[in-house]
Nanobody, 127 residues
């Protein structure tokens, strides 16, 4: 059974930093594309960042470019999201997601591509 567990959310002030972690089990992470999405109340799920199975291809949502950094450590079956200079538009539930990539090299940005989802971790930013 596949399980994705997110850690590291919390309440911070605008301008602060947080690092989220996603620990995966039950899947071959080295063969899985992964990503972070977030969802604020009343809004659609938004792509934050995605990373291919090797960590060699990375992409970000426009609103977080230059502030967030996604990475992964396949040996630890863990993906990370370093969030710097958090802003008032960043709060929401942050979800970790993954999918066995097969032979596909690129990582689609749409949430429908991904198979497995974590329960999410709440990020709150106070101004």
């Amino acid at each position: 059974q596949v399980h994705l567990g997110e850690f590291g959310g919390g309440l911070v002030q605008a301008g602060d930093s947080l690092r989220l972690s996603c620990v995966a089990s039950g899947l071959t992470i080295a063969m899985s594309h992964m990503g972070w999405f977030r969802q604020a109340p009343g809004q659609e799920r938004e792509g934050v960042a995605r990373i291919d199975r090797t960590g060699g291809s990375i992409d970000y949502g426009d609103s977080v470019k230059g502030r967030f950094a996604i990475s992964r450590d396949n040996a630890k079956t863990t993906m990370y999201l370093r969030m710097n200079n958090l802003k008032s538009e960043d709060p929401g539930v942050y979800f970790c997601t993954a999918r066995d990539c097969g032979s596909r090299r690129e990582v689609p940005a749409t949430p429908g591509y991904f198979t497995y989802w974590g329960q999410g971790t709440q990020v709150t930013v106070s101004s």
